[in-house]
Every structure is written in structure tokens, then in C-alpha cells.
């Protein structure tokens, strides 16, 4: 379902929304509450955020769900039991827009999404930036509603890449600068969905690239490892028991080539819940792949701060979009 939380009726025109409705191709407009959301995301940022159901005639391989198995979202603002994947948009200020967008992977160690620290708090400061954001609320990996709950995550992120990319002109963004940024647990939905572009796991009529433009990981689970990987990820993701094919697949430094997108790090070497592994094995692949790639360790910080360093506060989203800036993004 849509929620326009702020849906401006006063700025809302019915002339704009019939032009834009009229430009907008006949497989969007399939569906008329993902068709209302493009045009809403037109009026240059006065309406957000906005929720843009990635699948809406129901997400691929679910099964259906029991009665109690139902989304919920608790006071500190984390999503629990997701189903139905979405975008979250955050536009930004009218005239501050770059044209460069981000699609952001929130953590939660594939048993939550915290989508308020690492999700919409990040997507708020990008657009202050002029970066339009979009927050991916991906599916849980859950074997009961899901037919393959280990590709569900990814297959939402090549969803939600193709469909910012496939609608970048009409919400005046350029289609050669979307990104994916991922934290902790959503740092392997986004690095995989960067190692692994070539593998289609969407319905892709008009051949879209799927492969972001680049790559922002912030303290990411980049490994499926048994020794040094991140357990609970790998659990929630891949079952108690799973095949070495299986880990190879989701260990993203073993599938680094010279095609995979630039890529911006930032880890605390004081982090005990993800280790700075992840990080230094991920770079060392992208260095000897002639990957673009920089990383910044911090002396501490711990796991999970989000834009809220302790003594550092949001100082790595100015790092990240000045790295942008330096590579045309």
C-alpha cells in the first residue's frame, strides 16, 4: 500500500498530474497506485517521503503468508516480518537537486531493517546534499512466505535499481548516476547487488543495466565466511546449514571484477559485532581488480552509528559526497 505522509494537496496540480501522467509508458501505468506515485514524485520535491511498492502485483516467489505473519514496525522505528518490498523516496529542495541518486540498504542482520537510523536518516541528509534518496525496505528472508528467501534481497535491490533507472527522466534524475549505499547487513544487499548485475533475477523487458554506478559501504557484512563472517547474516540468509556453493555466491569479495562499480568504505576498527575484515578483504579485492576504490578506517565508533558517530557525528556522509563529487557522481 501507498502512504503519502505528506501528500501537499495545496501544491498538488491536476493540469501537472494529467501532463505527467500522459508522458509516463503504458507498463507503468498498469497499476494505477505505482503510476499515482511517479507523478507525485514529479512535483519536485514538495511531496515526501513517498512509498513506491517495488512488486505491486505481489513480490515473486512468496508463498502465502500465515494469519500472525504480518509487518510490523516498533517504537525505535524497526520493520520486522517485510513482505511487500518498497522505496521510500526523499526528493531534494527545489533547485539543490545534482541529478544523482542513491538507493540506500538499511542493516538489521537480515532479521530487521532499521529503517530510521540507517535508512531514512541517511536518505535526509543525501538530499541535503541534492542527492535524491531512496530508502529500500527489502524482504526479510523468511522460508515460510518465500519460495528462495536467500535471493529475495537481492532480487528486491535489482528491482529497486531498474526502477529508478528505468524512471530516472521523469523524476529529473540521470539515469548514469544511481548508486546503492549499504549498512551493516544492507552493506551485502548492496554489494551484492554490485558483484553480482549480471545475474537477472528480474523480470528485465527493456534490458536495463542493473549494475549501480558505484558503491557507498558503511561498516558492511561483505562475507558468508564461517570463520570471520558475520553469523546471525549468515544464518537469517543462507539457513543453519548452508552448502559451500551457496556461501561462495553471497561472499562478495570473491566476485570483484574490473566491472564492478567504484566503491567508498567506512568502517570502525573497533567494530565487534561486523569486523574491519569485511572491509580490508573487500578492498583489497577491489584494488587488485583496478577497481576505483577508497576507504576510510575509524580509530573507533563501534557498530551500527549510522549518521550518529560519537565523537564524529555525519562527518562520513560529507567524506563520502565529496568522494563523489571527485568521481562525477
Known amino acids: 500500500m501507498l502512504h503519502f505522509d505528506n501528500f501537499c494537496t495545496s501544491q498538488f496540480s491536476p493540469t501537472l498530474l494529467f ?7 503504458e507498463d507503468v501505468m498498469k497499476n494505477f497506485f505505482w503510476f499515482l506515485s511517479f507523478c507525485v514524485l514529479s512535483i519536485t520535491g514538495y511531496c515526501q517521503p513517498t512509498h513506491i511498492p517495488l512488486f505491486p502485483k505481489g513480490a515473486p516467489g512468496a508463498l502465502p503468508a500465515p494469519a500472525h505473519y504480518h509487518e510490523e514496525v516498533d517504537s525505535n522505528g524497526y520493520a520486522y516480518r517485510v513482505t511487500q518490498p518498497e522505496l521510500i523516496a526523499f526528493l531534494p529542495e527545489k533547485g539543490k537537486a545534482t541529478g544523482t541518486s542513491v538507493i540506500i540498504c538499511p542493516g538489521g542482520g537480515y532479521q530487521l531493517i532499521v529503517t530510521s537510523d540507517e535508512g531514512t536518516d541517511v536518505a535526509r541528509k543525501f538530499a541535503q546534499f541534492g542527492i535524491a534518496a531512496f530508502v529500500l525496505k527489502y524482504r526479510i528472508p523468511n522460508d515460510t512466505v518465500m519460495k528462495n528467501k536467500s535471493m529475495a534481497p537481492l532480487q528486491d ?60 559501504l558503511v ?15 549468515r544464518g537469517n540468509l543462507l539457513g543453519s546449514h548452508p552448502s559451500t556453493s551457496a556461501i561462495n555466491f553471497f561472499s562478495s569479495e570473491l ?30 579485492a577491489l584494488r587488485k581488480a583496478g577497481v576505483k576504490a577508497e576507504m576510510h578506517l575509524l580509530q573507533d565508533g563501534g557498530h551500527g552509528f549510522g549518521i550518529d558517530h560519537p565523537t564524529r557525528k555525519d562527518e562520513w556522509i560529507k567524506l563520502c559526497v565529496d568522494w563523489m563529487r571527485i568521481n562525477g557522481f
Open 219 to 233: 561498516y558492511p557484512v561483505i562475507t558468508m565466511n564461517t570463520e570471520w563472517g558475520a553469523p546471525r547474516s
Open 19 to 25: 501532463l505527467r501522467c500522459a508522458s509516463v509508458r
Open 157 to 216: 535491490a535489482q528491482q529497486a535499481m531498474l526502477t529508478v533507472r528505468e524512471n530516472a527522466r521523469e523524476w529529473n534524475l540521470n539515469p548514469q548516476r544511481v548508486g546503492i549505499v549499504g549498512l551493516s547487513a544492507g552493506g551485502h544487499v548492496a554489494s551484492t547487488a554490485g558483484t553480482h548485475f549480471d545475474t537477472t533475477l528480474v523480470v528485465n523487458t527493456h534490458h536495463s543495466s542493473l549494475r549501480p554506478d558505484f558503491m557507498v
Open 255 to 284: 566476485h570483484v571484477t574490473p566491472s564492478t562499480p567504484p566503491t567508498f568504505l567506512l568502517h570502525a576498527s573497533d567494530d565487534k559485532r561486523i569486523t574491519v575484515r569485511n572491509s580490508l578483504v573487500f578492498y583489497e
